[in-house]
């Protein structure tokens, strides 16, 4: 355990928190996306960035439970920013909706968390007809996160304060060696584990690719980068009753407490120490590596092309595409 106590070039380790990670730090004037803030590390998240002053919106799939979460965070900082809006994320429908009223409000966004996922659930295929993982963790933050690309650069160009979108991956991308795009929504052979791990390798790719997109276009104000939370005792195990069981048992000795499993998102949304850095990988509030697959370019262009013929053809009435 001594190696996780060791601070990075960040200055901060694994046994980090979220509030040591953004101290000192101003967040007024700054307006957060934070999906999946109900529980968890983004109820954590959520927290944080509105203790140090940013306006968060809190993307929910339960918005009973979400209005619990902003009770709690009112209670202990009166003065916070907190606003809940329906997403489910696993709904193109839903995404497409929230992206909508999220424009039509004429609020910035500076910061956008793509946070919530779901982890090894039984196959099952969303009401888009694509397996419901890869729905959740991919292809609604895919979709979400180029619905809003146009508010952010505007945000950014008006207040010249860059633009961050973080998407929370998992070192579970390691067991995935490739993307299945043939077998993604097909159930025989289906996995829930190599399906996660294969989703959280699209989370890099999906960062990594829109950083270059970004580079690119000649827009600098605004980047775009992938973390590892940690392995943390969360409710993500709650489909693997033996996985959960393991859990709540060694949970506290084994795993990163949610406070620490926050950090490497607060720090990549809000310190100055990011400013500028794009595409990257970050663990344990510091730069990490990741596999040779989740840094291959051809295949971050063929999942960003794939991801983006599969959004467009979801038709439900609304005229969101885009190209």
Not at 25 to 40: C, E, M, P, Q
Not at 98 to 113: E, K, W, Y
Not at 123 to 133: A, M, P, T
Not at 182 to 203: C, F, P, W
Request: hydrophobic letters at 40%; a neutral charge.
């Amino acid at each position: 355990m001594w190696l996780f106590k060791r601070k990075g070039p960040s200055g901060f380790s694994y046994f980090s928190t979220a509030e040591e990670v953004t101290e000192g730090i101003d967040g007024s004037g700054l307006t957060a996306i934070v999906t999946g803030a109900s529980s968890g590390i983004g109820f954590e998240t959520a927290r944080v960035l509105a203790l140090r002053g940013v306006h968060v919106v809190m993307a929910v799939r339960n918005v009973t439970a979400g209005n619990e979460v902003k009770e709690a965070i009112m209670k202990e900082i009166p003065s916070a920013r907190v606003d809940v809006v329906e997403l489910d994320l696993s709904s193109l429908a839903s995404v497409k909706n929230f992206a909508s009223q999220f424009q039509s409000s004429g609020r910035p966004l500076n910061i956008l968390i793509n946070n919530a996922g779901v982890m090894a659930i039984p196959f099952k295929l969303s009401r888009d007809n694509i397996e419901l993982q890869f729905a959740t963790n991919h292809f609604g933050p895919f979709l979400l996160t180029n619905l809003l690309l146009d508010t952010m650069k505007r945000t950014a160009q008006e207040t010249k304060k860059e633009g961050r979108i973080i998407n929370v991956s998992s070192d579970a991308h390691r067991f995935s060696s490739v993307i299945r795009f043939d077998r993604i929504n097909v159930q025989e052979g289906h996995n829930r584990y190599m399906t996660y791990s294969q989703s959280k390798l699209a989370n890099i790719l999906h960062a990594n690719e829109l950083a270059r997109r970004l580079k690119e276009e000649g827009v600098v104000d605004i980047t775009a980068n992938s973390i590892h939370p940690g392995a943390i005792s969360t409710n993500l195990f709650r489909h693997s009753s033996i996985v959960n069981g393991i859990i709540s048992i060694v949970g506290k000795l084994m795993f990163k407490s949610v406070q620490q499993g926050a950090s490497t998102t607060c720090y990549v949304a809000l310190h100055p120490q990011v400013k500028g850095i794009s595409g990257e990988y970050f663990y344990d509030n510091n730069i990490g590596k990741t596999t040779s697959m989740a840094k291959d370019s051809d295949l971050a262009m063929r999942l960003w092309d794939y991801s983006t013929n599969l959004v467009n053809s979801k038709k439900d009435g609304d005229d969101d595409s885009f190209p």
